[in-house]
Each structure stands twice: as C-alpha cells, then as structure tokens.
C-alpha cells in the first residue's frame, strides 16, 4: 500500500487511474482492503457512471465464494498484465536509449575521420590512430 502513495500522483493523470484505484483497493494476499484508495475509489464512481456500475457489481460478486475466487483471479491476471506493460516500456526506453548511444557514437567517429581528413591527414594516418582498418576509414568518411 505504500507504493499506492507514492506513484498516485504520477497515476493520477492517466484514463487508467479509476481503474487502477478500484481495483488496488484490495489485496489479494492479505485479504485486506485500503480504506482510503477504496473511498478514493467511490468518489470517483460519483462522477463516472462506469466505475459506480462496476463498484456495485464488485459488491455484489464479492458476497459468492466463487465469484470472489474468479474476481481474485482475474484482479491477478490484470495487475500481471500491468505489470508486463512497465516492463516493456522500460525494456523499449533502455534500448531506444541503447541505440541511440551507439548511433551517436558512430556519427562522432564519422565526424572525426571527416576533420582529419579535411585537415591533410591521410587514410593510413587515421587508420593508425583511430586504431581502425583502412578499409573501414574509407567506409565511414564515404558514407
């Protein structure tokens, strides 16, 4: 429930956020309900029609045994789907991220190989101290 309260304003601004207040209020493992993101939750349900209509449905599955087991499962397949959603979000900024380094990097070594060039310098000498093949200079300042 602490994390709850940390990342709700960060939530908050997202068409998830009746959703996710709803269906947070309760934890399945401890069988304990979060007063404040339940009453949270039923203020919001006074302004959208489908979270009441789907608050007053929770009330009534959860009085049937079975129904609150199928509400408990599907409460767990959602929240690992959520979670899913993060991670490859996180997963595609670290390697947006990653890719952009190394297209920034090639760009510098073509940049460089260009300037010593324009300054006389011949393809072995860049070669030499870029530590490089000739071929591969040749490449980079062509392309």
């Given at each position: 429930?602490?994390k709850?309260?940390?990342?709700r304003r960060?939530v908050k601004?997202s068409?998830?956020w009746?959703w996710?207040?709803?269906?947070?209020?309760?934890?399945?493992r401890?069988?304990?309900?979060d007063?404040?993101m339940?009453?949270?939750?039923?203020?919001?349900?006074?302004?959208e029609?489908?979270?009441?209509e789907?608050?007053?449905e929770w009330?009534?599955l959860s009085v049937?045994p079975e129904?609150r087991?199928?509400?408990e499962m599907?409460?767990k397949?959602?929240?690992?789907?959520?979670?899913?959603i993060r991670g490859?979000?996180?997963?595609?900024?670290k390697?947006g991220l990653?890719?952009g380094?190394?297209q920034?990097?090639?760009e510098?070594?073509?940049?460089?190989?260009?300037?010593?060039?324009?300054?006389g310098?011949?393809?072995?000498?860049i070669?030499?101290?870029?530590d490089?093949?000739?071929?591969?200079?040749?490449?980079?300042l062509?392309?």
């Amino acid at each position: 429930m602490v994390k709850w309260k940390e990342y709700r304003r960060e939530v908050k601004q997202s068409p998830e956020w009746p959703w996710l207040a709803m269906l947070s209020a309760v934890d399945s493992r401890t069988k304990r309900m979060d007063e404040d993101m339940f009453r949270e939750s039923e203020g919001i349900a006074m302004t959208e029609q489908e979270i009441l209509e789907a608050l007053e449905e929770w009330q009534s599955l959860s009085v049937d045994p079975e129904n609150r087991y199928t509400y408990e499962m599907r409460l767990k397949w959602l929240l690992d789907q959520l979670s899913n959603i993060r991670g490859s979000r996180e997963e595609g900024r670290k390697e947006g991220l990653k890719k952009g380094l190394e297209q920034g990097r090639e760009e510098g070594i073509k940049e460089t190989i260009r300037k010593m060039n324009e300054k006389g310098m011949s393809i072995a000498e860049i070669a030499n101290i870029l530590d490089m093949a000739e071929e591969e200079v040749r490449e980079r300042l062509n392309n």
